[in-house]
């Protein structure tokens, strides 16, 4: 049965001029997928599964023995089903926080705040997109291959990690219709000159109208030149320390190059998700 209810926050002074939901959810699903990643599924809101690629939540997690993690978790969209009334998350443990929400078992509830951030723009016109990403930045991406299935867009995903046994959602992509691209670390593989060859063919190929990277800022480097070069659009969505992920607070103010100029930017608000080419790497 779902328990799941939600009340709307007003976030009147917000740029993206948006409602979000405290949403009191409940967990169908929490499962780790392999020694550091696990994956969460939830019923909700209207709100909460009307959420885009690239947006973020805010988790109250519960608390481990002899921890208690003061403030909400930050926690890219994995997937959003409006249908079906769910919305999924993929993380890695690593700290208080996820430890808590690995403890959360099917008819537990969690509470989350969202669907907050600005999310990915995704061009009807481009026909051929490209997703790069490592560790979890992978989680941040995946959404994006639905709306492409969607609008007849076909995706190429270049993942990078440590071993093979860390890529994940390689089969979901795959069942989404996108081509899967692996790089390791323990196969030597993941080199950054081997990367950008590999996004150089794909240019040259025309398989790549548009990038999107989450993750791993040598490889938003590499996607930053070949943005340049080819003058191929790229966007990226950024990871950063944030506590109330409304923009009141200012933790998340980053840097960014617009126009020649170097202005300050709120991850939560007027991100997560950028033009790559004003990103200061």
Known sequence: MNICHQSTISADQAPWNATVARDVTEVVSNTAVNAEYWHLVALCGEITAG????????????????????????????HADPERGRVEFLYKVTGAGTRGLSMLKSGD??????????????DSSWRNIVLVGRGAGLATLVPIASVARRQGTNVTALFSARHPDLIVSEDVLRNLGASVITVTDAQSTSDPTTVEEILRELIRGLRCDALFTCGSARLMRIQQ?????????????????????????????????????????????EGPVFDLQEVML
């Open 51 to 78: 959420a885009r690629p690239g947006q973020f939540f805010q988790l109250l997690c519960p608390q481990p023995l002899d921890e208690k993690p003061f403030l909400r978790r930050p926690m890219s969209l994995y």
């Open 225 to 269: 030149a070949l943005s340049r070069e080819f003058d191929i659009p790229a966007q990226a969505a950024l990871e950063e320390q944030m506590a109330c992920g409304l923009g009141h607070c200012y933790c998340c103010v980053r840097d960014f190059n617009a126009e020649s100029q170097i202005v300050s930017r709120r991850i939560c608000t």
């Open 109 to 122: 509830t969690l509470d989350i705040v969202g669907p907050l951030g600005v999310g990915f723009t995704i």
